[in-house]
């Protein structure tokens, strides 16, 4: 799969998503104000976003070759980009 293939995909898959979970800004706005709780400090839907591209980056250091990893690393990419200009 080549980039532009790979990102076509993960929009695919960001879309599919809000279809589930609503729209991501809402959705890593009400993640943000759980983490806030749990971690005692306040978490943005920016750093919701970077901490979950965090994590697939950690998971592709085992498997670098894992698309389904990239390709959530890509959908949380944009996602950020959502929701740091909100």
Excluded at 6 to 32: D, M, N, S
Excluded at 50 to 62: P, V
């Amino acid at each position: 799969m080549n980039g532009a293939m790979l990102l076509q995909h993960a929009a695919g898959v960001v879309e599919h998503r809000e279809g589930i979970y609503g729209p991501p800004a809402t959705l890593f706005t009400h993640i943000a104000a759980r983490w806030s709780l749990v971690l005692g400090m306040t978490v943005t839907p920016a750093q919701v976003a970077l901490c979950l591209i965090d994590l697939k980056l950690a998971r592709l250091t085992r498997d670098p070759s894992h698309l389904d990893s990239i390709v959530d690393v890509a959908g949380y990419a944009a996602i950020l980009s959502e929701v740091a200009h909100a």
